[in-house]
C-alpha cells in the first residue's frame, strides 16, 4: 500500500492521528517564539527559501527542491498554541509537479520534525 501511495500522492501532511507516526506533528511546552526561532533556523539549514513568514498568524511558507531533479516543491508550517498553551506545530509538503512524490514530501516533513526537536532539545 505505501508503494500505491507513493506513486499516486505528491503531498504530505502532519496530523495527530496519522497511520504514519512521522506525520503526527508536534506540540512543545516551551514558548512560542523559542519554537519559531528554530523553525526558521532549521528551514535556512535545510536550504529552504522562506517566501513569506507571519509570526503573529504562525505561518511560514517555503519553497524546498529535490536533491536529484531540483523540482521546487512548497512547504507551509503552521504554529498555534493549543488548549494546554503549549506550542503545536504542522506541516503540509507538496510537489508542484507529477502525480507521485516517492515518499520525497513524507521524508522531507520527518527530518524537519527531527531537525526542530533537536535544535529545541540542544543537541
Do not use: C
Request: net charge positive; hydrophobic share 45%.
Amino acid at each position: 500500500m505505501r508503494l500505491l501511495r507513493a506513486l499516486t500522492t505528491n503531498r504530505a501532511w502532519t496530523d495527530p492521528e496519522s497511520d504514519d507516526p512521522r506525520l503526527r506533528g508536534r506540540t512543545y511546552g516551551v514558548p512560542f517564539a523559542a519554537v519559531w526561532s528554530a523553525v526558521l533556523a532549521e528551514a535556512a539549514a535545510r536550504g529552504w527559501s522562506v517566501l513569506e513568514a507571519q509570526p503573529v498568524a504562525g505561518e511560514i511558507h517555503a519553497e524546498a527542491r529535490t536533491r536529484l531533479w531540483k523540482f521546487v516543491d512548497d512547504v507551509w508550517v503552521r504554529l498555534s498554541l493549543d488548549a494546554d498553551g503549549q506550542t503545536r506545530m504542522d506541516l503540509v509538503s507538496a510537489s508542484r509537479v507529477g502525480r507521485g512524490d516517492l515518499g520525497t514530501n513524507a521524508r522531507r516533513i520527518a527530518r524537519f520534525l527531527r531537525g526542530v526537536d533537536r535544535r529545541l532539545n540542544g543537541k
